[in-house]
């Protein structure tokens, strides 16, 4: 990984954009995905792929009711695990690779979620956005999550200009200081719902507008 070189008057402007961010959010680590267990939100989390949080919650509310453990997906009927998904997006490809990753759980791992980030993405439908979530959220590891928040409202602020997320969370991993990168993930992603948001931004209720690199051009297109 390239190390940035980063100006003290960009570091400032990266110091000022965080302290508001935990003004106005606090520094209150929320996630939005409903779980009581590690395996619970990596399902969840395997589940919001394409979907909303508040869809996948209203799913797992019925699924954890029907399946109580990790042992009980990786045994579970696909066709009967397919009926509690169905209305989560692509639930074929993901019934699949959620009884094949609590299968591995369990034979692999003694039915115990792995916190290492190469053995999380070695897990069916588990890439580095869904390991980093559980790594953040679980373990207290500090990790990014580059969702589609994240990726946009990254890019407007001139914190990266990639477009892969695997680029965007290391270059955020070289601007951003540690202790700040789980709550960064959650307070951007409730800026990109609430203020930020992609169809329709409030720039001029933004408290980020004057450090924003893009607000000038995202609000009088």
Same mark, same amino acid.
């Given at each position: 990984?390239?190390?940035?070189?980063?100006?003290?008057?960009?570091?400032?402007?990266?110091? $000022?954009?965080?302290?508001?961010?935990?003004?106005?959010? %606090?520094?209150?680590?929320?996630?939005?995905?409903?779980?009581?267990?590690?395996?619970?939100?990596?399902?969840?989390?395997?589940?919001?792929?394409?979907?909303? $949080?508040?869809?996948?919650?209203?799913?797992?509310?019925?699924? @954890?009711?029907?399946?109580?453990?990790?042992?009980?997906?990786?045994?579970?009927?696909?066709?009967?695990?397919?009926?509690?998904?169905?209305?989560?997006?692509?639930?074929?490809?993901?019934?699949?690779?959620?009884?094949?990753?609590?299968?591995?759980?369990?034979?692999?791992?003694?039915?115990?979620?792995?916190?290492?980030?190469?053995?999380?993405t070695s897990?069916?439908?588990?890439?580095?956005? %869904?390991?980093?979530?559980?790594?953040?959220?679980? @373990? @207290?590891?500090?990790?990014?999550?580059?969702?589609?928040?994240?990726?946009?409202?990254?890019?407007?602020?001139?914190?990266?200009?990639?477009? $892969?997320?695997?680029?965007?969370?290391?270059?955020l991993m070289?601007?951003?200081?540690?202790?700040?990168?789980?709550?960064?993930?959650?307070?951007?992603?409730?800026?990109?719902?609430?203020?930020? %948001?992609?169809?329709?931004?409030?720039?001029?209720?933004? @408290?980020?507008?004057?450090?924003?690199?893009?607000?000038?051009?995202?609000?009088?297109?």
């Amino acid at each position: 990984m390239r190390k940035r070189r980063i100006s003290e008057k960009e570091r400032k402007r990266i110091a $000022d954009i965080l302290a508001r961010l935990d003004e106005y959010y %606090t520094k209150e680590v929320r996630c939005y995905l409903n779980h009581d267990s590690a395996w619970q939100l990596l399902i969840a989390t395997i589940l919001s792929a394409q979907c909303t $949080d508040d869809r996948v919650n209203i799913v797992t509310k019925d699924l @954890f009711t029907r399946y109580k453990s990790i042992e009980d997906l990786a045994n579970a009927d696909i066709e009967e695990l397919k009926q509690y998904i169905h209305s989560v997006g692509f639930y074929q490809m993901k019934s699949k690779n959620i009884i094949t990753c609590a299968k591995r759980i369990v034979e692999v791992y003694g039915g115990e979620v792995p916190n290492d980030i190469d053995a999380l993405t070695s897990l069916a439908g588990v890439g580095r956005k %869904t390991a980093n979530v559980i790594r953040g959220n679980i @373990f @207290f590891e500090p990790s990014i999550v580059v969702d589609t928040h994240v990726k946009r409202i990254s890019g407007k602020l001139g914190l990266t200009k990639e477009t $892969d997320p695997v680029k965007i969370e290391y270059d955020l991993m070289q601007v951003l200081p540690k202790d700040h990168w789980i709550r960064y993930n959650m307070q951007i992603i409730t800026h990109g719902r609430t203020i930020c %948001t992609a169809r329709n931004p409030k720039c001029s209720e933004c @408290f980020l507008s004057d450090l924003c690199k893009n607000s000038e051009k995202c609000c009088n297109k």
